[in-house]
């Protein structure tokens, strides 16, 4: 059953079977702390399938094949980190992949990893942060990202009865906390939340953009959160761009999503990339 989580705290049961002497009476529990409160944490000390599942799609005519559980190294938990990658076959294979419109995804020689919190982990709003590095960036085709999909969407893999909104429409909304985007070159990735057009496929990616320079190789923080109407994006827990008002455009829970997609067919001078996640949480805030 999907567990969409829209406040966890903690309580304290007490039970007594007769009146104490003075001296074992227990002193009232301090009152919560008011504050950012971690309601999920995932330090990928294991792969832990209640918090994640493969997801397994053909979008943005990408050049990839997502694959299950780790096939030929696409997904790997070691060290205490989550290490998602590329890689390349050599030679091409088939892939079971559909498009939004049921086409399968042609063969293809490159293999990925993606994952998706999806009927494990969903939130609404609070703060969404993941600590993760990309070696190599600004490889041609290289399209790694971390971001937040909204909990209703109707891609697969669907479970429930209410997965039956389409992206980009409320319910179906999509932030992107970070992704890199080759093209421009390395250490640098998007920050943005899609703006939605009001019908089925209408997403608008450039206007709610900023472009942010990185060391892509050096861990940082990535996080999206919500400080009233607006959804504020952070590197490092430095303030780098704000949606004004949009927050409250994102009313859905959201699951997030940890991928590394080929946005191209230009060839990869390596056998594989890799985007290596150290730990990822959501917070909510408490009076």
């Known amino acids: 059953m999907r567990q969409r989580v829209f406040l966890i705290l903690s309580g304290l049961l007490l039970s007594a079977c007769g009146k104490a002497p003075d001296s074992q009476v227990e002193a009232d529990p301090p009152p919560p702390t008011s504050g950012w409160q971690v309601g999920f944490f995932d330090d990928f000390d294991t792969f832990n399938p ?3 599942q493969d997801q397994l799609l053909w979008v943005n005519d990408e050049d990839q094949c997502y694959v299950r559980d780790g096939a030929y190294n696409t997904r790997e938990v070691s060290d205490g980190t989550l290490k998602l990658r590329v890689v390349d076959l050599g030679e091409k294979r088939p892939c079971d992949n559909m498009n939004k419109q049921g086409e399968l995804k042609p063969d293809t020689q490159y293999v ?11 939130f609404i709003k609070g703060r969404w942060t993941a600590r993760l590095r990309v070696e190599n960036s600004g490889e041609p085709g290289m399209f790694p990202a971390w971001w937040l999909l909204g909990a ?8 429930e009865e209410d997965e039956n909104v389409c992206w980009p429409m409320t319910g179906s909304g999509e932030i992107d906390i970070f992704e890199h985007h080759s093209d421009g070159g390395p250490d640098h990735y998007a920050a943005r939340a899609i703006k939605s057009l009001g019908y ?11 472009v942010q320079e990185a060391t892509l190789a050096e861990y940082h923080e990535y996080s999206v959160e919500w400080e009233g109407s607006d959804l ?22 959201l699951f997030a999503v940890l991928n590394f997609a080929k946005i191209n067919d230009s060839p990869m001078t ?15 805030w408490q009076e």
């Open 112 to 122: 990925a990893g993606r994952l998706a919190s999806k009927n494990r982990k969903e």
């Open 152 to 159: 209703y969407n109707n891609e697969p893999p669907v479970e």
């Open 270 to 284: 390596m056998p594989s990339w890799t985007m290596e996640v150290d730990w990822v949480k959501h917070e909510y």
């Open 50 to 52: 209640e918090n994640w």
């Open 232 to 253: 504020v994006f952070r590197l490092d827990g430095e303030e780098i761009y704000r949606n004004e008002g949009e927050g409250d455009l994102f009313p859905e829970p």
């Open 200 to 210: 089925c496929g209408g997403g608008d990616w450039q206007q709610l953009m900023l």
